[in-house]
Antibody
Framework: EVQLVESGGVVVPPGGSLRLSCAAS????????MHWVRQAPGKGLEWVSL????????YYADSVKGRFTIFRDNSKNSLYLQMSSLRAEDTALYYC???????????????WGKGTTVTVSS | SSELTQDPAVSVALGQTVRITCQGD??????ASWYQQKPGQAPVLVIY???NRPSEIPDRFSGSSSGNTASLTITGAQAEDEADYYC???????????FGPGTRVTVL
């Protein structure tokens, strides 16, 4: 069974930093690109970032570019999101999501984790 | 503002058919994917590509597209289909993705 389990969400003050992790299992992790998607309380889904299967290409939404860094460790079947200069508007449930496209392609998002909650508040 | 637009809410009588639409320029180049989200749960993929369903999704869900508009149709809506539905697409020039604002489906 394909499974994605996020962790690392906590309450952090504005301007702070945080690293989210996602442990993947049930599929060959380094065959697929991965995304982070977030959802603010009571709001819709927002795509945050994408990383290629080998980690060499990364993409970011304008709202987080320059503040967030996506990376992966294929030897550990793990995806990460390093978040810095956090703002109140970054408060959200953050989902780790698998892309369906076999390397090197990007296609659609097919498997979602249950998410981890980040709250930016003093 | 979202680069994909959706109606905020629709309602459908039990057993009837409802169509949810998603509009955006990127849909002229890329197929939309559709996600169902029930309260307190993670989104679930229901339609992808031209009109494909994951094996666990009932065949009452179908997709179509024309020009800059993608549609998700539920034929014979059930009470358990009450949820928020989001469309998603790649942007045209770079692998950035965008979600529509979502459509809340109420089954009466």
């Amino acid at each position: 069974e394909v499974q994605l389990v996020e962790s690392g969400g906590v309450v952090v003050p504005p301007g702070g930093s945080l690293r989210l992790s996602c442990a993947a299992s049930g599929f060959t992790f380094d065959d697929y690109a991965m995304h982070w998607v977030r959802q603010a309380p009571g709001k819709g889904l927002e795509w945050v970032s994408l990383i290629s299967w080998e980690g060499g290409s990364t993409y970011y939404a304008d709202s987080v570019k320059g503040r967030f860094t996506i990376f992966r460790d294929n030897s550990k079947n793990s995806l990460y999101l390093q978040m810095s200069s956090l703002r109140a508007e970054d408060t959200a449930l953050y989902y780790c999501v698998k892309d369906s496209g076999y390397k090197p392609y990007y296609y659609y998002m097919d498997v979602w984790g249950k998410g981890t909650t980040v709250t930016v508040s003093s | 503002s979202s680069e994909l637009t959706q109606d905020p809410a629709v309602s459908v009588a039990l057993g009837q058919t409802v169509r949810i639409t998603c509009q955006g320029d990127s849909l002229r180049s890329y197929h939309a994917s559709w996600y169902q989200q029930k309260p307190g749960q993670a989104p679930v993929l229901v339609i992808y590509g031209k009109n494909n369903r994951p094996s666990e999704i009932p065949d009452r869900f179908s997709g179509s597209s024309s020009g800059n508009t993608a549609s998700l149709t539920i034929t014979g809506a059930q009470a358990e289909d009450e949820a928020d539905y989001y469309c998603n697409s790649r942007k045209i020039s770079i692998p950035h993705y965008v979600f529509g604002p979502g459509t809340r489906v109420t089954v009466l």
